[in-house]
C-alpha cells in the first residue's frame, strides 16, 4: 500500500460526500420552492442552514488532497504539475466556484434561513416564497454543483490543453439550463387562493377535512 494510494482515496471520499450534501441541499431547494405552507420547510430549512458552512471545508479538504495527490504526482510515472494544464484548471476551477459560493449563495442561504426561522406557521409570506424561488439562488446552486461535476471529470480524463477548461465550464451551463428548467416547473403560486388545510381528526379518530 503506498500513500498516493491513501491519499486518492481521502480525496475521491470527500467528493463522495461533498456531492452528497449538495445534492441534499438541491432536494431542499425543490421542497422549500414548491412548498405553500411554513411548516412544510422548517426541517429542510433547519438541515440546509447546518449543510452549508460545510461545503467551504469540503472545497478546502479537496483542494488540500488534490495538492498532496500532485506534489506527490511529480514522483510517480504520472509525472504531473502543478503547471499541467488539467491540474491548473481544476485548481482554478475549485476557487472560482467557491469564491461565486461564497459572494452570492452565502448570503442568500442566510437570508432565507432566518425567514424561514422568523416566520409563523401557516401560508408562505410573500418575502420568504420571493427569497426561496429566487432565480439567482437557483442558478448559482446549480453552476456551482456542474461545475464541481466538470472538474471531477478533468481528474479522471486529463484532458489535454485548452481541452480541459471546455469541461468545466459546460458543467457549469448545463447547470444553469437544468436550473432554468426546474424553475419553469414550480407549480404557479396564487397569494390570493386558500391554503388547503390538513386533515382534522375528532375524537373518535375519524379524520376529516374542512371544507
Not at 171 to 181: D, E, I, N, T
Amino acid at each position: 500500500m503506498h500513500l498516493a494510494g491513501v491519499v486518492l482515496f481521502l480525496h475521491i471520499a470527500v467528493a463522495i460526500v461533498a456531492f452528497a450534501m449538495a445534492g441534499v441541499l438541491h432536494t431542499a431547494l425543490q421542497v422549500i420552492g414548491r412548498a405553500r405552507r411554513v411548516e412544510e420547510i422548517r426541517t429542510w430549512g433547519a438541515v440546509a442552514h447546518r449543510l452549508e458552512p460545510l461545503l467551504p471545508l469540503m472545497a478546502l479538504a479537496l483542494l488540500v488532497l488534490g495538492a498532496w495527490l500532485v506534489h506527490l504526482g511529480e514522483h510517480t510515472d504520472d509525472q504531473f504539475r502543478f503547471t499541467t494544464g488539467w491540474v491548473l484548471t481544476a485548481i482554478v476551477t475549485v476557487v472560482a466556484v467557491e469564491a461565486v459560493g461564497g459572494i452570492m449563495l452565502k448570503p442568500r442561504g442566510e437570508k432565507l434561513s432566518a425567514l424561514i426561522e422568523a416566520a409563523p406557521d401557516g401560508d408562505l409570506p410573500e418575502d420568504l416564497r420571493r427569497a426561496a424561488r429566487d432565480p439567482m439562488f437557483w442558478d448559482i446552486a446549480h453552476l456551482t454543483t456542474f461545475g464541481f461535476l466538470g472538474v471531477v471529470f478533468i481528474m479522471a480524463a486529463k484532458p489535454d490543453g485548452v481541452w480541459a477548461a471546455v469541461f468545466p465550464v459546460v458543467g457549469a451551463v448545463l447547470g444553469v439550463v437544468l436550473s432554468r428548467w426546474q424553475q419553469r416547473g414550480l407549480p404557479a403560486y396564487d397569494a390570493t387562493a386558500p391554503s388547503v388545510p390538513g386533515p382534522r381528526v375528532h375524537a373518535d379518530g375519524e379524520a376529516s377535512r374542512t371544507h
